[in-house]
């Protein structure tokens, strides 16, 4: 399908893009999953140690806006990455209160593992679909984010270039 057609998607092609959605979700998280494991990690920990690394001195609150989880969920997730000596929280200079976290060495090679799987996978799959369809693909996972998650996202990619 092309140009027009696709502003007219029948419920059945809608419902089969969602199902392929589920599908490639599932592939993604499939390779960081197996090494997560292995650790006695889950997807939260993963989701972390990424945001973590990409705003390195984030606060908790930050952390939590991005995350969108409870307060009570990354607490038990950052005690796990901190006690094991991947992820390090420092006390503000500024506000005493606030807390920035940093990935140690060891957090920095767990979390360049867990995205070299994912990165090898979205690469070979962008080859394959050609330059057209991976802006295309981004274009939609825009219009698809609820607008607040929208300007996180828009900050998140300002703040690495």
Same mark, same amino acid.
Do not use: C, W
């Given at each position: 399908?092309?140009?027009?057609?696709?502003?007219?998607?029948?419920?059945?092609?809608?419902?089969?893009?969602?199902? +392929?959605?589920?599908?490639?979700?599932?592939?993604?998280?499939?390779?960081?999953?197996?090494?997560?494991?292995?650790?006695?990690?889950?997807?939260?920990?993963?989701?972390?140690?990424?945001?973590?690394?990409? +705003?390195?001195?984030?606060?908790?609150?930050?952390?939590?806006?991005?995350?969108?989880?409870?307060?009570?969920?990354?607490?038990?997730?950052?005690?796990?990455?901190?006690?094991?000596?991947?992820?390090?929280?420092?006390?503000?200079?500024?506000?005493?209160?606030?807390?920035?976290?940093?990935?140690?060495?060891?957090?920095?090679?767990?979390?360049?593992?867990?995205?070299?799987?994912?990165?090898?996978?979205?690469?070979?799959?962008?080859?394959?679909?050609?330059?057209?369809?991976?802006?295309?693909?981004?274009?939609?996972?825009? +219009?698809?984010?609820?607008?607040?998650?929208?300007?996180?996202?828009?900050?998140?990619?300002?703040?690495?270039?």
């Amino acid at each position: 399908m092309q140009g027009e057609t696709l502003l007219y998607l029948t419920d059945e092609q809608l419902r089969q893009g969602a199902e +392929a959605m589920f599908f490639a979700y599932r592939g993604f998280t499939a390779d960081p999953d197996r090494i997560l494991a292995s650790l006695s990690y889950g997807r939260a920990h993963h989701r972390a140690l990424h945001f973590i690394h990409g +705003a390195p001195g984030t606060t908790v609150n930050n952390l939590l806006t991005t995350l969108g989880v409870t307060k009570q969920s990354l607490n038990r997730v950052l005690r796990t990455l901190i006690g094991d000596g991947l992820v390090e929280s420092r006390v503000g200079r500024v506000d005493k209160r606030e807390r920035h976290l940093y990935l140690t060495p060891e957090g920095e090679a767990l979390e360049r593992e867990l995205s070299e799987v994912q990165r090898a996978r979205l690469r070979a799959a962008f080859r394959d679909a050609g330059p057209e369809a991976v802006a295309g693909f981004r274009r939609v996972l825009e +219009a698809m984010m609820d607008p607040e998650m929208r300007r996180q996202y828009e900050r998140l990619r300002e703040g690495r270039g």
